[in-house]
């Protein structure tokens, strides 16, 4: 199994910034692309952001230029730093990874518990 721990939502004022932390434990072979998300009430889940087994990151039109999206191969662990944070980037945020047992093969999708990220005056 697999377990991705989420830290770091909260509650912070427009303007502000949070970092977000996902890490992954547990039957990890090969970490292939590692991805956030966002859902907020009564929305769909929205990726956020992604970055690739060699760091190439993309990023939803949204948060380009505010989010940034960084990982640690040793440890396992992506990282989401969200400055200048909005009102409308109130949202649950997943940690999603894909993970692959061997070079090629098919497609592991594990998620996070959710993190709550609050952006309000």
């Known amino acids: 199994q697999v377990q991705l721990v989420e830290s770091g939502g909260g509650l912070v004022q427009p303007g502000g910034s949070l970092r977000l932390s996902c890490a992954a434990s547990?039957?990890?072979?090969?970490?292939?692309?590692m991805n956030w998300y966002r859902q907020a009430p009564g929305e769909q889940r929205d990726l956020v952001a992604a970055?690739?087994?060699?760091?190439?990151?993309n990023y939803a039109d949204s948060v380009k230029g505010r989010f940034t999206i960084s990982r640690d191969y040793a440890k396992n662990t992506v990282y989401l730093q969200m400055d200048s944070l909005k009102p409308e980037d109130t949202a649950v945020y997943y940690c999603?990874?894909?993970?692959?047992?061997?070079?090629?093969?098919?497609?592991?999708?594990?998620w996070g518990q959710g993190t709550q990220v609050t952006v309000s005056s």
């Open positions: 999603n990874v894909d993970i692959r047992e061997w070079e090629g093969g098919p497609p592991n999708n594990y």
């Open positions: 970055i690739s087994r060699s760091g190439t990151s």
């Open positions: 547990g039957s990890i072979f090969i970490i292939y692309t």
